[in-house]
C-alpha cells in the first residue's frame, strides 16, 4: 500500500532524445506526486509536481503525464541535455497533514553528449 | 535564507560507537524529516517529527536508531552501537506547516561510514 514502483532502474539516452521514467503507486491517499531530481554528493531537490486533478503539467523540458484510473505517472524529459543526467525519484504523499514522502527506488539518467 | 542544515556531511565510526546527525530546518519549518540511502538505492523513510514530537517513526529500526526535534535547536538522528549496515547517506527533509505544495526540502546529507 505505501510502496511506489519506478522503472527503469537507468536510462541511456541520446542528448536530444525523449527520456521516460514510469511510476505505480498504489494507496490512493496519494494526492500530491512530485519528481525530485538528485546530483551526485548532493541531496535531492524538487523538479515538478502534479495533483491527481489535471492529467498533465509542463514546465519547460519537463513533463509530468498523470493516468488516475491506472494509479500510474511518468516524467518526459524533452530535448535531453548532458545537464540532464542525474538520477530521478518518482515520489508520492499527501499534502495536508503533513508530507510523509514515500519515494520510488529512482533511475539513473545518462544523456550522451 | 539559509537552506535545511546538516552536519557532520561525514562520519566515520568503528562498530559499537555511536553516531549523531543533527539537522537544522529551513527557516518557518515545523516538520522534519529523516531519510536514510544505501549506495544504489532510493530514499527510505525513517522518521518523521514536528517540534517535541514524534509523528511516524514507522521507517525507523526498532533498536538502536531514535530521533528528536526538541523545541530548541536542531533535530537529532542518534544510532547507538553502529554495525556496518549502517554505512548510508542518511539526509534531513523539512517542509513547512502549511503550503500550498507537499514540496520536501532536502539537505545535503551526512555520510556514515562504519568501520
Known amino acids: 500500500q505505501q510502496q511506489v514502483k519506478q522503472s527503469p532502474q537507468s536510462l541511456i539516452v541520446q542528448k536530444g532524445g525523449i527520456s521516460i521514467i514510469n511510476c505505480a503507486y498504489e494507496n490512493t491517499a496519494f494526492d500530491y506526486f512530485p519528481w525530485y531530481q538528485q546530483f551526485p554528493g548532493k541531496g535531492p531537490a524538487l523538479l515538478i509536481a502534479?495533483?491527481?486533478?489535471?492529467s498533465e503539467k509542463k514546465e519547460g523540458r519537463f513533463t509530468i503525464s498523470f493516468n488516475k484510473s491506472a494509479k500510474q505517472f511518468s516524467l518526459h524529459i524533452m530535448d535531453s541535455q548532458p545537464g540532464d543526467s542525474a538520477t530521478y525519484f518518482c515520489a508520492a504523499s499527501p499534502s495536508t497533514g503533513g508530507f510523509k514522502t514515500i519515494f520510488g527506488a529512482g533511475t539513473r539518467l545518462f544523456v550522451k553528449a | 535564507n539559509a537552506g535545511v542544515m546538516q552536519n557532520p556531511r561525514h562520519l566515520v565510526r568503528r562498530r559499537g560507537q555511536e553516531a549523531r546527525l543533527r539537522c537544522s530546518p529551513m527557516k518557518g519549518h515545523s516538520h522534519v524529516y529523516w531519510y536514510r540511502q544505501l549506495p544504489e538505492e532510493g530514499l527510505k523513510f525513517m522518521v518523521y517529527l514536528q517540534k517535541e514530537n514524534i509523528i511516524d517513526e514507522s521507517g525507523m529500526p526498532k533498536e538502536r536508531f531514535s530521533a528528536e526535534f526538541p523545541k530548541e535547536g536542531p533535530s537529532i538522528l542518534r544510532i547507538q552501537q553502529v554495525v556496518r549496515g549502517d554505512s548510508a547517506a542518511y539526509f534531513c527533509?523539512?517542509?513547512?506547516?502549511?503550503?500550498?505544495?507537499?514540496?520536501?526540502?532536502f539537505g545535503e546529507g551526512s555520510r556514515l561510514t562504519v568501520l
Open positions: 502534479i495533483r491527481p486533478d489535471v
Open positions: 527533509a523539512s517542509s513547512p506547516l502549511q503550503g500550498d505544495t507537499g514540496e520536501l526540502f
